[in-house]
């Protein structure tokens, strides 16, 4: 793995860790900061992977925590 990729997936990491302890204390500006950095840490490492590796998949973060 790529340095830059492996510490990116490191940050995201870290970033899902700190927004499910958010989650978990109720706090909803932390959470909205976390999901904010998160996005832009994937964001940036969106724009350095060549088209053809992308995922088109993805869905907005807040439906993956979102009430069934």
């Known amino acids: 793995?790529?340095?830059n990729l492996q510490r990116?997936?490191?940050q995201v990491d870290d970033?899902?860790?700190l927004?499910?302890?958010?989650?978990?204390l109720g706090d909803v500006r932390w959470k909205k900061e976390i999901t904010r950095k998160l996005e832009m840490t994937l964001s940036s490492a969106n724009s350095s992977i060549e088209p053809q590796h992308r995922r088109t998949d993805t869905q907005p973060f807040s439906s993956i925590d979102a009430p069934q």
């Open 1 to 3: 793995m790529k340095p």
């Open 8 to 10: 990116t997936n490191l």
């Open 15 to 17: 970033y899902l860790d």
């Open 19 to 24: 927004l499910n302890l958010a989650t978990q």
